[in-house]
C-alpha cells in the first residue's frame, strides 16, 4: 500500500488532522487508528462525465472536497499532463496539480 507515514504511533500531541499534512511516512496501522477516532474515510474520487476511478483518498472531517491533499492519495489511476491531472478513460480535466494538493475542477468529479 502507497502510504506516506509519520513515525509516532498512536500520535499524542496534536490532531489527526495536523499529523496528516506531515509528509513523512504512517504506516497501515496508524491509518486504520485514524478512520477510527476521526472522522476520516477512504472514499473514491470518479470522473463525473464517465465515472472511471481518478483516487482513492483518505478523507479527514466532513464537509466538501475541494482538493486532494497528494500526501493522502492512496491510489491515483489519473493519467497527468503536465501539472493538469485528466481522467484516465475519457481523458477530462479533473483539477490542476499544485505543489502539495490537487486543486479539482468543480463540477468535474464525484465521490
Ligand atoms: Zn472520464
Redesign the pocket.
Known amino acids: 500500500m502507497k502510504v506516506f507515514l509519520n513515525a509516532t504511533f498512536p500520535p499524542t500531541n496534536s490532531s489527526p488532522e495536523k499529523k496528516l499534512y506531515v509528509g513523512d511516512e504512517y504506516d497501515f496501522m496508524f491509518l486504520l487508528w485514524i478512520v477510527g477516532v476521526s472522522m476520516a474515510r477512504i472514499i473514491i474520487v470518479r470522473?463525473?462525465?464517465?465515472?472511471?476511478k481518478i483516487f482513492r483518498y483518505l478523507k479527514v472531517g466532513s464537509g466538501k472536497l475541494w482538493h486532494c491533499w497528494k500526501n493522502r492519495i492512496l491510489d491515483d489511476y489519473s493519467k497527468r499532463q503536465g501539472d493538469r491531472v485528466l481522467?484516465?478513460?475519457?481523458?477530462?480535466l479533473i483539477g490542476i496539480e499544485k505543489k502539495n494538493y490537487v486543486k479539482l475542477v468543480k463540477g468535474a468529479y464525484r465521490y
Open positions: 470522473c463525473s462525465r464517465c465515472r472511471a481522467c484516465p478513460k475519457c481523458g477530462s
